[in-house]
């Protein structure tokens, strides 16, 4: 069992906070997760504390010894998956024993694998690129729960088998509604892993999950490319289509 006190949790929080207004909020980094919500922690807020643990001295944490940690905070967390987005996503150093991302083989020799290290709060992640950041804190969970946890376009739910892949228990990512738009609350919905991985960065959805536009206009194009269309009709579809999906599109 794997533990810290509130004190020691509001002090590395705090510790962090102070790191990321000096060195880190300037390049983007951010959001810092809020330390709590609804008189709970943040899972991505406790995951940060815990890679905080000790800073600057910090070690290789694996995914298990994170997850346990939030389980006693969120018990019926799955599999936490904050480590990588907040390095990710978010920009802090958090590098991954699974991806070079920035390390030598020095760095990554006694690395477990599947293992998670804040490297610096004085650094952005050197993989990470800025325009993919979150423009505001989403509240996930709430995403979730106005969709019955089930996935938007597939009805999967979440914590049981997947609809289409029976052997496959469903998991709920953040996808956007428009990948032309920011990642904000009004533009995520939830989609299962095997929809957001079919379907990612391609279509343009509405609420309800259902497709309303194109984002990558190469899907409808390879499709009917020197087949139906002479080629200047084709660059007209897609100039349309395009500038479509970077519209309105709710
Ligand atoms: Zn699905």
């Known amino acids: 069992m794997v533990a810290l006190s509130d004190e020691e949790i ?14 880190l909020k300037k ?14 922690y943040t899972k991505a ?5 815990y890679l905080a643990w000790g800073y600057p001295n910090t070690r290789w944490v ?12 969120h018990p019926k967390t799955p599999d936490v998956q904050e480590g990588r987005h907040l390095g990710m996503q978010r920009g802090f150093y958090v590098a991954s ?4 991302n920035g390390l ?8 477990p694998r599947n293992a998670y290290r804040l490297m610096t709060l004085e650094r952005p992640h050197p993989s990470w690129i800025p325009k993919r950041q979150k423009v505001e804190d989403i509240d996930f969970e709430s995403i979730k729960k106005n969709y019955g946890y089930r996935c938007a376009t597939c009805g999967s739910r979440e914590g049981e088998a997947n609809l289409r892949y029976p052997g496959e228990t469903t998991r709920l990512q953040e996808a956007h509604r428009n990948p032309h738009k920011p990642l904000t609350g009004d533009n995520v919905i939830p989609l299962c892993e095997r929809c957001n991985r079919a379907d990612r960065d391609k279509w343009v959805y509405d609420k309800r999950g259902r497709v309303v ?10 499709s009917i490319k020197k087949r139906y269309l ?21």
């Open 10 to 23: 509001e002090n590395i929080y705090a510790l962090v906070k102070r790191y990321w207004e000096d060195y």
């Open 27 to 40: 390049h983007g980094v951010g959001p810092l997760p809020q330390l709590q919500r609804e008189g709970n």
């Open 45 to 49: 807020a406790l995951v940060l504390v």
């Open 62 to 73: 694996t995914k298990e010894e994170l997850t346990e940690f939030v389980r006693n905070y």
């Open 97 to 100: 024993s699974q991806r070079r």
């Open 104 to 111: 030598n083989e020095e760095e990554l020799k006694n690395a």
């Open 213 to 222: 536009g194109v984002a990558k206009a190469e899907v409808v194009i390879n």
């Open 230 to 250: 002479p080629e200047a009709e084709v660059e007209k579809l897609k100039d349309f289509l395009v500038k479509r999906a970077g519209g309105d599109s709710s």
